[in-house]
C-alpha cells in the first residue's frame, strides 16, 4: 500500500505556510550553532580563552532549533511513525489512525506541555532568572518561553494535519 496523500484545504494552506516559515527561518539557528562552536574551539585551543557565554549559547541555540523543528517535521510528515499495522491498511484506514492516534496520543501530550511550561515561564520570569554560572547569559525565561511558544506551532501543525484527515475522510475517495 502507498502512503497516505492528504487533500488541503484553505486552513491547512495558511498554517503549514506559517510553520513552514518558522520551521526555515530557524534552519539557520544550525548555521549560527556551528558558527559559535567553530568560534568557540578557536578560542579554547589556540588562545586558551574559554568563554562561558559561548557554551550557554550552544546549548541555548540547540533547543530553541530542535524544539522547532519538531513542528517543522510534523508539517512535513517527516516524523519518526511506526506503520507495522496501518501500512497494511486501505488508505481510509490510515486515515482513521491517523485521526484518532492524533487526538489520542499526540494532542494531550501538546496540551499538557504547553499547560505546565506556562507557569514554568513565568516563575522564571518574575524571578528575573539568569544562568548559575559567571559570566553566564541572562534572560532565562526566554529561552524557556520557547517551550509552549514550539508546543504552540505543533499543535498548530496537528490542527492542520486533523483538518486534511478530516477532508480526505469526507471526501468519496477511498
Known sequence: MTKLELPDNKFSIVADSIISSVGRAANWLWVILLSVIILNVTLRYLFSEGRIEF?????????????????????????????????????????????YGT????????????????????????????????????????????IPFAFGLLALSVISRISKVMTYLASKRS
Open 55 to 99: 557554551e550557554e549559547i550552544q546549548w541555548h541555540l540547540n533547543a530553541v532549533a530542535f524544539l522547532i523543528a519538531i513542528a517543522y517535521a510534523h508539517r512535513l510528515d517527516v516524523h519518526i511513525r511506526i506503520d507495522l499495522i496501518s501500512v497494511r491498511l486501505s488508505h481510509r484506514a490510515q486515515a482513521w489512525v491517523e485521526l
Open 103 to 146: 487526538l489520542l496520543l499526540l494532542v494531550p501530550f501538546i496540551l499538557m506541555v504547553f499547560i505546565f511550561s506556562l507557569p514554568f515561564v513565568e516563575n522564571s520570569w518574575k524571578v528575573g532568572e539568569i544562568s548559575q554560572s559567571p559570566g553566564g547569559l541572562p534572560f532565562r525565561w526566554l529561552l524557556k518561553a520557547v
